[in-house]
């Protein structure tokens, strides 16, 4: 019984250190999922239930950022009803896809998604460079049709729904391919968009019951505290060091899920 009790009580511990960690990462330089999803993989968690309690315990994050760029979001209300609309769409979308895919096919699909993030953080700033010049340069690529924009949100809202890591570096690069420059701006609807998905998205895993709730919200108020703390002392702290070491880990757990999954 104790030695129940001890496990229990270091894996609320070892999960709260993950939040925490996440949150403080996701203040500074981003990348927090890199430490949170895996975390409540290896306390025991099913592979697609970790990815939907790691989407609602980042959900907070995302509403808090939001009501604090909410009068650079207000400046532009006019816009917000349709990115919400296709934003719901994308999310349930995806996040129907996740529950229409079997744990084992989602478990060998984790080291590809990981990977696909871990380069969107890498490469995710020359990227948005890359884009803004080319917007920049050739105007009417921008300009292609609000068809486009349409089904490239619609796509990025899929992606969120089904895998929440990197979602934010995805909206950045979608919103300055749209022609946006305003960071300011864009960072709340980067939260805002990132909000509705995951909204949209978490209803429908609490419908389907598939939630680690205990762990979750473990998981939610660690990262509420690393968050806090991230508020308070980042400026202390070097970035591009917080930086290197999320690129570590994120690759490291990338090799890590590779070599779990093909070679055992």
């Excluded at 207000?74 to 079997?102: D, F």
């Excluded at 096919?105 to 995710?124: C, D, S």
């Excluded at 619609?154 to 979608?174: D, E, K, P, T």
């Excluded at 939260?191 to 979750?216: D, H, K, N, P, R």
Aim: glycine letters at 10%; aromatic letters at 14%.
């Amino acid at each position: 019984m104790l030695i129940r009790i001890y496990m229990l009580f270091s894996e609320l511990i070892f999960l709260f250190v993950a939040g925490f960690l996440g949150g403080l990462i996701n203040s500074i330089a981003g990348g927090g999922s890199f430490i949170t999803f895996p975390a409540l993989l290896w306390v025991g968690i099913p592979a697609i239930s970790a990815n939907a309690t790691n989407t609602m315990a980042s959900c907070a994050g995302y509403l808090s950022g939001t009501y604090a760029f909410r009068q650079e979001l207000s400046e532009h209300k006019q816009q917000l009803p349709l990115l919400v609309l296709i934003s719901l769409v994308g999310g349930i979308s995806g996040a129907w896809l996740l529950l229409q895919t079997t744990e084992q096919l989602f478990r060998e699909v984790i080291p590809w998604l990981l990977l696909f993030a871990t380069l969107l953080f890498i490469f995710g700033a020359d990227l948005n460079l890359k884009i803004r010049q080319l917007t920049s340069n050739y105007r009417h690529v921008s300009l292609l049709g609000s068809l486009s924009l349409i089904t490239g949100l619609f796509m990025v809202g899929v992606y969120g729904g089904f895998f929440n890591a990197a979602l934010g570096i995805i909206l950045l690069s979608y919103l300055v391919l749209a022609g946006h420059s305003d960071i300011h701006l864009m960072n709340g609807l980067k939260l805002m968009i990132s909000s509705v998905i995951s909204i949209i998205a978490v209803g429908l895993f609490i419908y389907e019951g598939i939630i680690a709730w205990t762990q979750g919200f473990i998981v939610l108020g660690g990262t509420l505290v690393g968050g806090y703390v991230a508020a308070h002392y980042s400026r202390q702290l070097p970035q591009h060091y917080v930086r290197y070491f999320v690129i570590l880990v994120s690759c490291s757990i990338t090799l890590y899920f590779f070599i779990d999954t093909y070679y055992f």
